[in-house]
């Protein structure tokens, strides 16, 4: 990631597929581990408890958007087949692990992998259309079913718990000891961001990944040399629905309730964005869009409550930040797109051909 | 009674219907001929809707001139976007182009409020608001309004696209650029032309549903149910829009009157969403849609 590469070609299949492309990256890989692993204690160190608290719940928000832009990338970038109703399979997700964290008293070590496995099933039936139909007209049935699941929980008072769909859920707890603190919290967090970076990563260089990619670049050709097309889109769909849907219960599990508002067709979109603004069809991408766009509205905010209020009230302020927000989201979205279409990832891989050769130009 | 209530909604069902159309009109026609989407339908409608407003409210000005703001302003709106926006991204992936019209959509809904104020607006056509009692009907002078100008449109693009020069040449376009372009049609300039078109319909749905809903960031809310109507009517069909317009609100009228007390409401927002998942399951590309077939 961070290692230059030099004087090293890749002459085998397996090479090339290789997890890390150079021994040296092992230990890139493990210092930026090491590195995270150390940011609470850090971070406490330099700012003090309280505010520590509060940089690390931002760290959180990311770790969570990384385990679900990752899981958009698998289906948009990958596969090809766009999802404007993730949003929904995470909302799917939160509610199943809710009420199975409320109702039978369960740990996260199972509510997790079930909000992700029920979030996959309804994926998957989601994917059924893509087999006869693409692109415009799976975005329309992807949005279709964000609409319908999110109406469905909000009229099912047995799934969204009565008033205001919404289910209060205590904090996971491990080997009996809740995690109460952001810091604590972060751990967890970064355990499972972790384990989908590597199960990405694992998924697309494998033989199910490069189906994915021959789908995406021509799917008639792909079936013709022998990918049973139907199959591996529907597993794209549950891969990615799952993914999703574990993205629902950690943030379920971060905020301490599962609430539909917070898994609208904004937050599809915000999620889209991501993948765009990352770069499309790469795992470092979908990481790098996930940071770029949790960080956007706190710099957004942040930047108007200093310099804001030198030119507006803050009731204007108020409504001027979210309206904003969404005008600088869109204008980024359109920009990438005509200007820069690879994303962030080209932009940092641009940098590291530079320095490859650097001080010399050959 | 029973049937008297079933006539009331299905009345209203298709002047409401009607009412999409004319919003429907503006995305098919960018499709028909520039296979563009058009997830910003409705922050088209919203924006043409602020624009009659800024004028009658603000200004205080008679309605005539603010329809002729509206549609000059989403004329060379739609102009300036094709331009700048859309022609960079010919050739690209369907994605790509579906993503840069929600940005836009994101982009209208941030800046809509944020110049023209958020707090809602109502404007009102010259038309009365007493309803109109015909049997067992009770009809809106708005929605009458507003089917009317949807009729209009249908009979107008109907002759455009059938008998006049400019018609015909977009269709040629709109089946093979290419092809098009070798028989010495300007391919670009249609292109252009087709987002005008949608412009002013935009313009002219934009005051009537902002006159019905008043005018506010929620007006584009009403771009959420092009989808289903474009897909029941097919995506490139003119007349498609129509019917699909008429399907869509004679059975979220019919949702509304018989489901909502048993499931507690919302069936209106719902219904049409299932009727368009069983239409693309059965038939993807709509009841007037031509069909697309693919080779490698």
Same mark, same amino acid.
């Given at each position: 990631?961070?290692?230059?590469?030099?004087?090293?070609?890749?002459?085998?299949?397996? =090479?090339?597929?290789?997890?890390?492309?150079?021994?040296?990256?092992?230990?890139?890989?493990?210092?930026?581990?090491?590195?995270?692993?150390?940011?609470?204690?850090?971070?406490?160190?330099?700012?003090?408890?309280?505010?520590?608290?509060?940089?690390?719940?931002?760290?959180?928000?990311?770790?969570?958007?990384?385990?679900?832009?990752?899981?958009?990338?698998?289906?948009?970038?990958?596969?090809?087949?766009?999802?404007?109703?993730?949003?929904?399979?995470?909302?799917?997700?939160?509610?199943?692990?809710?009420?199975?964290?409320?109702?039978?008293?369960?740990?996260?070590?199972?509510?997790?992998?079930?909000?992700?496995?029920?979030?996959?099933?309804?994926?998957?039936?989601?994917?059924?259309?893509?087999?006869?139909?693409?692109?415009?007209?799976?975005?329309?049935?992807?949005?279709?079913?964000?609409?319908?699941?999110?109406?469905?929980?909000?009229?099912?008072?047995?799934?969204?718990?009565?008033?205001?769909?919404?289910?209060?859920?205590?904090?996971?707890?491990?080997?009996?000891?809740?995690?109460?603190?952001?810091?604590?919290?972060?751990?967890?967090?970064?355990?499972?961001?972790?384990?989908?970076?590597?199960?990405?990563?694992?998924?697309?260089?494998?033989?199910?990944?490069?189906?994915?990619?021959?789908?995406?670049?021509?799917?008639?050709?792909?079936?013709?040399?022998?990918?049973?097309?139907?199959?591996?889109?529907?597993?794209?769909?549950?891969?990615?629905?799952?993914?999703?849907?574990?993205?629902?219960?950690?943030?379920?599990?971060?905020?301490?309730?599962?609430?539909?508002?917070?898994?609208?067709?904004?937050?599809?979109?915000?999620?889209?964005?991501?993948?765009?603004?990352?770069?499309?069809?790469?795992?470092?991408?979908?990481?790098?869009?996930?940071?770029?766009?949790?960080?956007?509205?706190?710099?957004?905010?942040?930047?108007?409550?200093?310099?804001?209020?030198?030119?507006?009230?803050?009731?204007?302020?108020?409504?001027?930040?979210?309206?904003?927000?969404?005008?600088?989201?869109?204008?980024?979205?359109?920009?990438?797109?005509?200007? =820069?279409?690879?994303?962030?990832?080209?932009?940092?891989?641009?940098?590291?051909?530079?320095?490859?050769?650097?001080?010399?130009?050959? | 009674?029973?049937?008297?209530?079933?006539?009331?909604?299905?009345?209203?069902?298709?002047?409401?219907?009607?009412?999409?159309? #004319?919003?429907?009109?503006?995305?098919?026609?960018?499709?028909?001929?520039?296979?563009?989407?058009?997830?910003?339908?409705?922050?088209?409608?919203? #924006?043409?809707?602020?624009?009659?407003?800024?004028?009658?409210?603000?200004?205080?000005?008679?309605?005539?001139?603010?329809?002729? $703001?509206?549609?000059?302003?989403? $004329?060379?709106?739609?102009?300036? #976007?094709?331009?700048?926006?859309?022609? +960079?991204?010919?050739?690209? +992936?369907?994605?790509?182009?579906?993503?840069?019209?929600?940005?836009?959509?994101?982009?209208?809904?941030?800046?809509?409020?944020?110049?023209?104020?958020?707090?809602?607006?109502?404007?009102?056509?010259?038309?009365?608001?007493? +309803?109109?009692?015909?049997? +067992?009907?009770?009809?809106?002078?708005?929605?009458?309004?507003?089917?009317?100008?949807?009729?209009?449109? #249908?009979?107008?693009?109907?002759?455009?696209?059938?008998?006049?020069?400019?018609?015909?040449?977009?269709?040629? /376009?709109?089946?093979?650029?290419?092809?098009?372009?070798?028989?010495?049609?300007?391919?670009?300039?249609?292109?252009?032309?087709?987002?005008?078109?949608?412009?002013?319909?935009?313009?002219?749905?934009?005051? $009537?549903?902002?006159?019905?809903?008043?005018?506010?960031?929620?007006?584009?809310?009403?771009?959420?149910? $092009?989808?289903? /109507?474009?897909?029941?009517?097919?995506?490139?069909?003119?007349?498609?829009?129509?019917?699909?317009?008429?399907?869509?609100?004679?059975?979220?009228?019919?949702?509304?009157?018989?489901?909502?007390?048993?499931?507690?409401?919302?069936?209106?927002?719902?219904?049409?969403?299932?009727?368009?998942?069983?239409?693309?399951?059965?038939?993807?590309?709509?009841?007037?849609?031509?069909?697309?077939?693919?080779?490698?």
């Amino acid at each position: 990631m961070f290692h230059r590469e030099s004087g090293y070609y890749k002459t085998t299949y397996a =090479e090339d597929g290789a997890l890390y492309p150079l021994p040296i990256a092992k230990w890139t890989v493990g210092i930026l581990l090491a590195l995270f692993v150390v940011l609470p204690p850090l971070t406490t160190a330099v700012t003090g408890a309280l505010a520590a608290e509060y940089y690390i719940s931002i760290v959180n928000l990311i770790l969570i958007a990384v385990v679900g832009a990752i899981g958009l990338n698998i289906l948009v970038g990958y596969t090809g087949q766009i999802s404007i109703g993730h949003a929904g399979f995470m909302s799917v997700g939160a509610y199943t692990a809710a009420n199975l964290a409320v109702k039978l008293d369960l740990p996260f070590w199972i509510t997790l992998p079930a909000g992700g496995l029920m979030a996959a099933a309804i994926g998957a039936v989601v994917g059924i259309p893509s087999l006869r139909i693409k692109g415009l007209y799976l975005a329309i049935a992807t949005l279709a079913a964000q609409l319908i699941i999110e109406w469905i929980i909000n009229h099912t008072p047995a799934i969204s718990g009565g008033s205001q769909a919404s289910i209060e859920v205590d904090r996971p707890a491990v080997f009996g000891y809740p995690l109460k603190t952001q810091r604590e919290l972060y751990y967890f967090l970064l355990l499972f961001a972790v384990l989908a970076i590597v199960g990405a990563l694992n998924i697309v260089r494998s033989r199910i990944g490069r189906a994915f990619v021959a789908i995406r670049d021509q799917d008639i050709a792909a079936e013709i040399i022998g990918i049973n097309i139907f199959r591996y889109k529907l597993t794209a769909f549950a891969i990615s629905s799952f993914y999703a849907g574990v993205t629902g219960v950690l943030y379920t599990y971060y905020l301490g309730i599962a609430n539909y508002e917070n898994f609208l067709i904004s937050t599809s979109i915000d999620y889209l964005a991501m993948i765009i603004i990352g770069g499309l069809g790469s795992v470092l991408g979908a990481i790098f869009g996930a940071i770029f766009v949790t960080l956007l509205p706190i710099l957004i905010r942040l930047f108007m409550e200093t310099f804001g209020t030198l030119f507006f009230t803050t009731a204007e302020l108020n409504n001027i930040i979210p309206a904003m927000r969404l005008g600088i989201f869109g204008l980024l979205i359109i920009v990438f797109l005509v200007l =820069e279409p690879e994303g962030l990832n080209r932009l940092w891989r641009n940098i590291r051909s530079y320095f490859r050769v650097w001080p010399f130009s050959y | 009674m029973e049937w008297e209530f079933t006539l009331l909604l299905i009345g209203n069902g298709v002047l409401i219907g009607l009412m999409y159309s #004319l919003i429907a009109l503006g995305f098919v026609v960018v499709y028909k001929a520039t296979d563009a989407i058009n997830f910003a339908q409705g922050e088209f409608v919203m #924006l043409a809707a602020l624009f009659s407003a800024a004028v009658m409210v603000l200004m205080e000005l008679p309605f005539w001139v603010a329809v002729i $703001v509206a549609v000059l302003g989403m $004329v060379s709106f739609s102009f300036g #976007l094709e331009r700048v926006v859309l022609r +960079p991204l010919l050739g690209r +992936p369907v994605v790509a182009v579906i993503m840069a019209t929600i940005g836009l959509a994101a982009i209208l809904r941030g800046l809509g409020p944020m110049i023209f104020g958020a707090e809602t607006r109502s404007i009102s056509l010259p038309v009365g608001d007493e +309803p109109l009692r015909l049997g +067992p009907f009770i009809l809106q002078p708005v929605q009458i309004t507003g089917a009317l100008v949807a009729l209009a449109f #249908l009979g107008g693009f109907t002759w455009f696209f059938l008998r006049s020069r400019m018609g015909v040449a977009m269709r040629a /376009v709109a089946d093979n650029q290419q092809v098009a372009m070798a028989m010495g049609i300007n391919v670009e300039r249609y292109f252009a032309l087709a987002w005008a078109m949608a412009g002013i319909v935009s313009a002219l749905g934009g005051v $009537v549903w902002g006159a019905m809903l008043g005018v506010d960031v929620h007006v584009s809310l009403v771009g959420l149910k $092009v989808f289903p /109507v474009v897909i029941l009517g097919g995506l490139d069909s003119i007349v498609g829009a129509v019917v699909g317009g008429l399907i869509v609100g004679i059975v979220e009228n019919l949702a509304a009157g018989y489901l909502d007390p048993l499931v507690g409401g919302g069936s209106k927002d719902f219904a049409p969403y299932v009727l368009m998942i069983i239409a693309l399951m059965v038939r993807p590309y709509g009841i007037f849609g031509k069909r697309k077939i693919e080779r490698v």
